[in-house]
């Protein structure tokens, strides 16, 4: 009977609480996260099939929740709305209401994207000042440039980056703040990646990663690790190339 017991709490021990995360990213991240336009209620990408392939031998399933704004996914992940951020860049502000798993998924490097036309000379962040830039609200690029960019750069925030380009093109800022990967994919699906360039230095490189909402029901420390063991395996296997390659045909693929 003793050892049937204990069949039996190691057994409900295995289960994980919760069968299903609800899970969200930003919608302007292509080809890591972008909104399905079948369904466009859902996000689809790179990330998520990564997230997807981890979560699966543990018997817990996504749901890729499309809701809005970069800036409203980070707010709904800081009341508990949202279990998990699939690609978060680590800042003091987000660490507060958000537990990241270690190790990042991958790294990336923000670009200062300008028009061919308006092309400066730009070696480090201080060569930004003076200057109107544009990113996505509330985007961060690591803690060290948020920082000296809130006390030393203009940078107006808009809810997607097509926005930004826009504005680069009509003269009304100067320069893009967008990571590398991201713009080379949407300028070449906009039909704007002979407009654009990207500044050769870059002013981060940034570790990406999975975050669980500190507010989410589903985050327990025991499932944190077993989600953390099965990402180390992934992501030194090198799978998230391959997935990449993959969601980056597809997104190209779509009508613009």
């Given at each position: 009977m003793l050892l049937a017991l204990m069949v039996f709490c190691?057994?409900?021990?295995?289960?994980?609480?919760?069968?299903?995360?609800?899970?969200?990213?930003?919608?302007?991240?292509?080809?890591?996260?972008?909104?399905?336009?079948?369904?466009?209620?859902?996000l689809t990408g790179a990330a998520t099939a990564l997230l997807?392939?981890?979560?699966?031998?543990?018997?817990?399933?996504?749901?890729?929740?499309?809701?809005?704004?970069w800036a409203r996914v980070q707010r709904l992940a800081r009341v508990g709305e949202l279990d998990m951020i699939a690609g978060a860049f680590i800042n003091s502000e987000r660490i507060q209401y958000m537990d990241y798993l270690l190790p990042p998924f991958t790294y990336l490097s923000t670009a200062v994207w300008v028009p061919k036309e308006g092309v400066f000379d730009y070696r480090h962040w201080p060569d930004l000042k003076g200057k109107q830039g544009s990113t996505l609200i509330n985007n961060s690029f690591g803690q060290s440039f948020d920082r000296y960019a809130e006390r030393n750069l203009q940078i107006v925030g808009v809810r997607t980056i097509e926005q930004s380009f826009e504005m680069a093109l009509a003269g009304r800022v100067d320069y893009v703040l967008y990571e590398r990967l991201q713009g080379q994919v949407k300028l070449q699906r906009l039909g704007l990646a002979d407009e654009f360039v990207s500044l050769e230095v870059p002013?981060?490189?940034?570790?990406?990663?999975?975050?669980?909402?500190?507010?989410?029901?589903?985050?327990t420390f025991e499932l944190r690790e077993r989600i953390a063991d099965n990402l180390y395996k992934l992501v030194n296997s090198g799978r998230l190339a391959?997935?990449?390659?993959?969601?980056?045909?597809?997104?190209?693929s779509l009508k613009p």
């Open positions: 190691n057994a409900l021990a295995a289960e994980p609480a919760c069968k299903t995360l609800t899970v969200s990213g930003n919608p302007e991240y292509p080809p890591l996260l972008w909104e399905d336009p079948r369904t466009p209620e859902y997807r392939e981890i979560l699966e031998p543990l018997g817990v399933n996504l749901e890729v929740q499309s809701l809005g704004s002013i981060s490189n940034e570790g990406l990663f999975f975050t669980f909402s500190k507010n989410s029901q589903c985050n391959e997935i990449v390659s993959e969601y980056t045909a597809r997104y190209m």
